[in-house]
């Protein structure tokens, strides 16, 4: 039904850039918002950016001014630019995606972000 398949995570110095991308690869199925979360190890997940059908946008305020957040609905692909990453950005970044079609959450299999020097 629903498969989200993440990429661009890896390995970056502080002050670096990467674009995480997450996308469903199926078609007929409509989803409304998008959103990236993280989990650093001994911390709760935690909502990072959403980014609405319509387009509004919503970050944390720890990543606001740096990351940037974006949908191709005709892809159905979110995307989640981050510049000037910090070690404290390090963690386990999920993409996870509301289904209107089927009314739920879905979510992806995460990517690895490591900012360090």
């Known amino acids: 039904q629903v498969q989200l398949v993440e990429s661009g995570g890896g390995l970056v110095q502080p002050g670096g850039s990467l674009r995480l991308s997450c996308a469903h690869s199926?078609?007929?199925?409509?989803?409304?918002?998008m959103g990236w979360h993280r989990q650093a190890p001994g911390k709760e997940r935690e909502l990072v950016a959403s980014i609405t059908g319509g387009g509004t946008t919503n970050y944390a305020d720890s990543v606001k001014g740096r990351f940037t957040i974006s949908r191709d609905n005709a892809e159905n692909t979110v995307y989640l630019q981050m510049n000037s990453l910090k070690s404290e950005d390090t963690a386990v970044y999920y993409c996870?995606?509301?289904?209107?079609?089927?009314?739920?959450?879905?979510w992806g299999q995460g990517t690895q972000v490591t900012v360090s020097s």
């Open positions: 199926g078609s007929g199925i409509r989803f409304a918002t």
């Open positions: 996870r995606f509301y289904s209107l079609t089927f009314s739920r959450h879905y």
